[in-house]
């Protein structure tokens, strides 16, 4: 039961919301209007629903269609669909009424060619909604759910420069994406509680789920996200706030979609968290409260737009209540409901839409009487409103009558037996006294403000609210078993978990719900006739309790909890430093299972008569490292502890040298020079006035944090001892991992060196990584000194100065405006060529001798950092011009995917060992091989090369204009 | 040998991240480089064995230092060196912005 085209239909939409996306270019935004963009664009979702049309056969025989990809296997996580009747409804709902809303959106916005950002959001809003009602994995229904959140979060405030838009849409991502993580959490119990995560899994695990020790806790956290999403009371609130969106965006969201993702998540987990007393409880109560609440508010509002959204709070608390109920018929009312209410709501809403549009206001204390100027926005907003309102023989009644009739159904407890029906009918009153308010009070009767004048909307505005409307009234009226039908029927069956029969007949004979219906329309005719009065009263009682009031409570807290935390934060770079290595020393101390128990008996105490080979020399290069490390700290100036530290690492290279390990050697040679220079080239360009300062400060009589770093410092110290000697003392005689490596260098490589091998061949992805790191830190010195540092400076830098090689007359001087003797010129100008030769020695034999494109790009690198001292600043770069940083770190990196593509294609892995050269036949030097190593060096030289000059290039320059005649450096 | 070894990476840390911690903005980067130089001796004494020939093949057959903690430490080495130079960079950001090296001054962070 696997069906890979299932995916289709969600890739589509997708890519119709990149393509969207690209008319954001000017150049692309200029061919085409809006409007014919939409039209082109609504192809896609119209694609999806003739596609997902064509599975409909598959569900009569089939339970569900299921597909799949591997994604975390070891998390036992994969990307599945599942798509069986219930996920199909909600999924031609959405592809639908997509349709309808991206067409309509292109009329709404005409003239506006910054709609595209609309479209595309609306477009990704359906991808997302679809791969909710289409996730066959939780994990896979969250991401989409919280996708959803996010994208509304957009829709919502898509008019960013209004407040209300700002902060209504902060309240949607507050709520909802606060009920996003309850419902992760729940939804991660679920699938531990039945060992996996997929919906086919979950669903069949219904008794263990209900009779496990946390079902109540993932009812509760599952619930809230649901309730949530779903604007169920107490957070309903975000609803009426999320209507500042453009309407074809709440016409879609707050009707049809997403609204509705938690009625179709609890319908989704019926059979698995359903059937139970608590369940039956939390969504009757909940939902019936919504109920009621949505249609008592409902009528008092002024805003069309606001009577709306309450009537969607009221419906949704009505479907939540449906799925609590564990019969037959509530399953038949559920998917009834749903249908109705998407076909009218939508066309409700996009009536609305034109009415705004045409005439400038949707507030009802304004309108009125606009029949005469839009006849078909009138007619189609009347047969919508007419099936809202639950009157025959439209959809709307059906639902009604279906949900009057779980009301009295003999299943109900006794405590519901008269609450339930009459709950039903308040809310059936309340809702056609709405309907008639909305079509009344704006289409007839005459025009309270004078200022608002209708005009009929072009025709393809109407088609889009007029092809609902026109459903709900056919659906109604066509006789016999029907396709949709069996859709309903089996969408109502997968969320009951048994068989459901839906028939569509309008009359049902004289039953107790058609009498219920009539005093539910009776009263309701009542209520709309004595509106001005009920909405009168309505007004002046004040409700004391408001959830708003709650909301902005929980967000001022927010507020000034993270107003007090921060205060916690006093700024001192050096203290935040202390507190996260203190904090990493306690974490080791307490939970890193030190070594504490060292077997001192295996310690061979070091003999000192001195006759070992190496060991005499070890110990000079550790006592020189760590001395010369004691002296960076204890001497006075930063030039000096700078020399210090580069001793240090000279140190490190001897030590490496003996182990022996002469590549590493040579890469710490020649890096601890380059660091060096760089250090001393960086020192020079720090402003002068600082120095004294600064070199004060470094021996500051600061006893108290003296002793606290003393401590820190010591305690670092010491637990890397520990671990070292007990890694040294306890080493294996073998490698688990070398052995390897050193048996397959040369068959598999080429390669001689072993360590070469590794960074070149075996991990030379890690190489390729490595070097891009270098290298964005040589643009990323770069764009910071040359642009960032020129805000701050006093004496403005110009961002971008041109070293044109025009005739300089300033004689050569070296760094901080030395003059050099022509002796070492000369040196200078044999040293950049020789290093190049050197450095392509390393790249062609790298492989079976020290050294290697690293080594080759620093070691040029190096000369030219002499230039910069030799020369000067300005007249290296005059000479140099031609060595182009950011083109040499290009040329690097792209050369280097281009090998690795090109091995890649003829041995199918990427930077796979291939000798080029051999494959070509050419006549190559002995013991050199136009490898793929070869060219990865050639490509890693260059690009360090490249960073490298950057580096150099900007922390060099000085930040005097001018040579200067004392030296920096040295004071 | 050993432990004079460990009792030399040990002071060395300490020394680094008591000069880490300096309120004098160089010496702190002074003692990054220096820290990243006291990780690569630490990481090499990870090593299975202590060779007495560079690891490279050959027919000689004698034991040869382990090479993969030498490939780790090379790509260590690169990568603390690019640290090393947009550290600087930063550096000298912070002293045109702040007119001051001093870490205690650096008061950005304060709300």
């Known amino acids: ?365 304004r309108l009125g009487g606009v029949r005469h100027a839009m006849p078909f926005t009138f007619i189609i907003g009347t047969i919508a409103a007419l099936s809202m309102a639950g009157l025959p023989p439209l959809f709307g009644f059906l639902a009604k009558e279906t949900l009057l009739a779980t009301a009295v159904h003999p299943s109900l407890p006794s405590s519901l037996m008269w609450l339930f029906p009459w709950a039903s009918i308040i809310t059936g009153a309340l809702m056609l006294a709405m309907s008639g308010m909305l079509v009344w009070d704006t289409f007839m009767g005459k025009p309270r403000d004078p200022a608002v004048q209708g005009h009929e909307a072009p025709k393809l505005m109407l088609l889009a609210p007029a092809i609902p409307a026109i459903l709900s009234f056919v659906i109604g009226l066509l006789p016999g078993p029907r396709e949709e039908a069996a859709l309903l029927a089996a969408a109502a069956s997968a969320a009951h978990g048994f068989k459901v029969k839906v028939s569509l007949a309008l009359w049902t004979g004289l039953n107790i719900p058609l009498m219920l219906s009539g005093i539910a329309i009776g009263l309701g005719v009542l209520l709309f006739v004595f509106r001005q009065r009920v909405r009168a009263f309505q007004t002046r009682m004040i409700i004391k309790l408001s959830f708003n009031a709650v909301y902005t409570w929980v967000i001022k807290g927010i507020e000034r909890i993270a107003r007090w935390a921060t205060r916690l934060q006093q700024g001192k770079l050096r203290t935040y430093l202390a507190i996260m290595l203190a904090g990493a020393i306690f974490l080791v101390i307490g939970y890193g299972d030190l070594p504490f128990k060292i077997p001192f008996l295996d310690i061979t105490w070091p003999s000192f008569d001195f006759s070992g080979e190496l060991a005499i020399l070890r110990i000079f290069a550790l006592y020189l490292t760590v001395g010369a490390a004691l002296a960076s700290v204890l001497l006075k100036t930063d030039f000096s502890a700078i020399l210090a530290m580069g001793a240090s690492g000279l140190g490190i290279a001897v030590l490496m040298a003996l182990e022996p390990a002469p590549d590493v050697a040579l890469v710490q040679v020649v890096v601890d020079i380059l660091a060096m220079v760089i250090l001393v080239l960086a020192l020079a360009r720090l402003p002068h006035p600082q120095h004294h300062h600064a070199q004060n400060i470094s021996f500051s009589k600061d006893r108290p944090h003296l002793i606290r770093d003393g401590l820190i410092a010591a305690a670092g110290g010491m637990i890397m001892m520990l671990i070292t000697l007990f890694m040294l003392i306890s080493r294996p005689r073998q490698s688990a991992v070398t052995q390897f490596y050193e048996a397959n260098a040369e068959s598999m490589t080429g390669s001689k060196s072993i360590v070469g091998a590794i960074l070149m061949d075996f991990r030379a992805l890690d190489t390729l990584m490595e070097i891009t790191v270098f290298s964005v830190a040589g643009l990323g010195i770069y764009t910071l000194l040359r642009f960032a540092a020129g805000k701050f400076s006093d004496s403005l830098e110009p961002a971008d100065e041109q070293v044109s090689s025009s005739v300089n007359n300033w004689p050569t001087y070296g760094i901080g405006g030395r003059k050099t003797s022509s002796f070492i010129h000369a040196l200078a100008y044999v040293a950049l060529p020789l290093t190049m030769i050197i450095a392509v020695f390393h790249m062609m034999y790298g492989h079976e001798k020290p050294g290697d494109g690293f080594t080759a790009g620093v070691i040029v690198s190096l000369a030219v950092g002499f230039w910069y001292v030799v020369f000067g600043y300005e007249e290296t770069r005059r000479r140099l011009y031609w060595l182009k940083a950011s083109a040499l770190i290009s040329t690097g990196i792209l050369l280097a995917i281009a090998v690795g593509i090109a091995a890649a294609l003829v041995k199918d892995s990427f930077l796979a060992n291939v000798d080029f050269g051999k494959m070509l036949g050419l006549t190559l030097p002995k013991g050199f091989h136009l490898s793929t190593s070869f060219l990865f060096e050639v490509a890693i030289c260059l690009s360090v090369l490249g960073s490298a000059i950057h580096m150099i290039n900007t922390l060099g320059r000085p930040s005097e204009k001018r040579p200067i005649q004392s030296a920096s450096v040295k004071d | 040998m050993e432990i004079i070894t460990a009792f030399a990476v040990g002071l060395l840390f300490a020394i680094d991240i008591f000069q880490t911690l300096r309120r004098n903005i160089l010496r702190s980067a002074i003692g990054l480089v220096l820290l990243a130089s006291a990780i690569n001796l630490f990481l090499l004494s990870s090593g299975a064995y202590n060779g007495i020939e560079p690891a490279y093949v050959s027919e000689t057959g004698s034991v040869q230092s382990d090479a993969l903690p030498q490939a780790l430490i090379l790509t260590a080495i690169v990568i603390s060196m690019g640290g090393t130079a947009f550290v600087l960079a930063m550096i000298n950001i912070i002293s045109t912005r702040y007119k001051t090296r001093d870490m205690d001054q650096v008061n950005g962070l304060k709300n």
């Open chain 1, 1 to 365: 039961m696997t069906d890979s085209l299932l995916v289709l239909p969600f890739l589509i939409i997708f890519t119709a919301a990149l393509a969207a996306a690209l008319f954001g270019l000017p150049q692309l935004s200029r061919r085409i209007s809006v409007s014919r963009l939409s039209w082109i664009l609504a192809l896609a979702p119209l694609t999806s629903f003739v596609l997902l049309l064509s599975y409909l056969p598959d569900l009569q025989t089939k339970m569900a269609l299921t597909w799949h990809i591997t994604w975390l296997q070891s998390e036992g996580i994969n990307l599945r669909l599942y798509f069986d009747g219930l996920s199909a409804l909600f999924a031609y709902l959405i592809t639908f009424i997509g349709t309808l809303v991206v067409v309509y959106a292109g009329q709404y916005f005409k003239g506006d060619q910054g709609a595209w950002r609309f479209l595309t959001y609306i477009l990704l809003f359906m991808a997302a909604m679809l791969g909710l009602v289409m996730a066959g994995d939780v994990i896979t229904l969250f991401i989409f759910w919280e996708a959803t959140s996010i994208i509304s979060f957009l829709l919502i405030a898509y008019k960013n420069d209004d407040k209300a838009a700002r902060q209504g849409a902060f309240k949607s991502l507050f709520i909802t994406g606060g009920g996003g993580i309850a419902l992760f959490i729940g939804l991660l119990i679920v699938s531990y509680v039945c060992g996996g995560t997929s919906f086919i899994s979950i669903l069949d695990k219904g008794d263990i789920l209900r009779r496990h020790d946390f079902y109540p806790l993932m009812l509760i956290l599952i619930a809230a996200g649901a309730f949530t999403k779903s604007a169920q009371f107490p957070a309903h609130i975000w609803l009426p706030e999320a209507m500042s969106a453009p309407t074809p965006a709440s016409a879609y969201l707050h009707s049809a979609t997403m609204v509705k993702a938690g009625i179709y998540l609890m319908a989704r987990l019926n059979p698995a968290l359903g059937m139970t007393e608590t369940w039956f409880w939390l969504l009757t109560v909940t939902g019936m409260i919504t109920m009621l609440t949505g249609a008592y508010l409902g009528l008092k509002q002024k805003d069309l737009k606001a009577v709306l959204a309450y009537s969607t709070i009221c419906q949704l608390g009505m479907l939540m209540m449906m799925i609590g109920q564990d019969t037959e018929i509530a399953f038949k009312a559920l998917v009834i409901g749903i249908l109705a209410h998407a076909l009218y709501k939508s066309s409700l809403f996009l009536i609305v839409g034109i009415v705004d549009h045409e005439t400038g206001t949707r507030d009802l204390r």
